[in-house]
């Protein structure tokens, strides 16, 4: 009998000895220092080796890889019993993630084997990644695992995909610290609202642009069969307000692609201009404002020459692939044919003053409102001749959102005295074009102008307007071109 209580006494004191054992390993974090002891005496008997995945490549491009590397290990569990981890504001305002920080290192396992990332930096101030793996398991999971990156972050990727907006920095002389550790491009989060359902553009337009951007997406084999790349450039023209920057969020929103916004005064010279193309990433739209502006600006360190290589050069064969190029300008009558032809640019868009279907777009979006009885006196004014752009329409009725009626009076108050004049304007020089002549001259409008500012009641005027306003009815389903030449 006293040989059992013994015994017992015996397991109780043993199973107190172990349960104090783990108190103080978990407790106290001992158990961590252990398994990494035992990892590093396991690690002194096998052969191990290294492959570095760098932030960019010799050409200074972004290493694709290198983003689905660190969208992959920012996604494991393992990455919370790190030694160190970096916490951040996740999309939503409770949402908090972990991020890889420098010199961070993760365990990873595949197919049964253990692997190793290293957070590592240059001596320059470049990133990378280094994997550690045994030779023995090198030859079984190597490309295996390599294929499990790829389809887990394009997954991810895919999911949380966070629009972002590029823009150019410095030049490319700049001894700046942060420049050359960056690169050129400073990025911030794109949340720009507009997308294609509450631009205010023709619907037909509309629906011919997401049609021809929805086969660009789906045209990768076919690209790669004509021996071309794969890319797609757009010239956005029009006046100052009329939507073009709101149409290439649009097309932004609907690709989900990053936008990277070139500013040409920045640029030193045509080989910083490549440079940066170069360092632009695969699915983005790459935007270049007011060209014509700059194309024709007295003193610019960038040639003809290197704009045109930017837009369809042999560069373009070497930066990534799957790009939607962008270019907008005030009007395209003085620029060079050869920056517009076919191939350069793809798709020719026109962004007219406002009219009257454009009103009642902007009447709903802004208003809330389908119909008015004000609208008839609207259309009235609009078929006279008076024009206003969306931007200073949109103004208005935002000023006056609170009462659609109110908004609506200062749209006619609006076009009656800033609109009148401009409509005359815009619609003298259309006269001009279509007759195969050049742009009149202020002196050529200026006395119609004056009539018409000083009242319009003369009978030259009205004879103006009336003819304006044939011409604008049976060109109206004309007014923005679309060109989808190959």
Known sequence: MGILWDSVLLLLLVGVLLFLVRVVLFKTGLIFMVKKWRRRIVDLFHVSQFYKVPEFNENMQ??????KVCAYLNSLVSMEDSDFTNLFTGKKSNEIVLRFDRNQIIDDEFLGARVCWINGEDDDGTRNFVLKIRRADKRRILRPYLQHIHTVSDELEQRN???????????????????????????????????????AMEADLKNKVKSDL???????????RLGRVWKRSYLLYGPSGTGKSSFVAAMANFLNYDVYDIDLSRVKDDSDLKMLLLQTTSRSVIVVEDLDRFL????TALSLSGILNFTDGILNSCAADERIMVFTMTGKDQIDPAVLRPGRVDVHIHFPLCDFTAFKTLASNYLGVKDHKLFPQVEEIFQN???????????????????PSRA???????????????????????????NGSSSPTAE??????????????????KEFRKLYGLLRIK???????FDLAP
Request: charged share 25%; aromatic share 8%.
């Open 161 to 199: 995909r966070e629009l972002k907006l590029f823009m150019n920095v410095g030049t490319a002389g700049n001894d700046d610290a942060t420049t050359k550790k960056n690169g050129r491009w400073k990025s911030a989060p794109f949340t720009h609202p507009c997308t294609f359902d509450n631009i």
């Open 475 to 481: 060109s109206s389903r004309k007014s923005q071109s």
């Open 214 to 224: 929805e086969s660009f997406l789906k045209a990768k084999q076919y690209y790669n």
């Open 62 to 67: 972004e290493n694709q890889f290198y983003r």
């Open 408 to 434: 609506v009076k200062a749209v006619i108050s609006a076009l009656q005295t800033d609109g009148d004049r401009r409509g005359i304007m815009a619609m003298g020089r259309r006269l001009f074009l279509d």
């Open 385 to 403: 001749g008076s024009s206003l752009s969306p931007a200073e329409i949109s103004e208005l009725m935002i000023a006056n959102r609170n009462s």
């Open 296 to 299: 024709s600006a007295k003193s």
């Open 444 to 461: 050529e409008l200026g006395e119609t102008s004056g009539l018409l500012c000083g009242g319009g009641g003369s009978p030259a005027v």
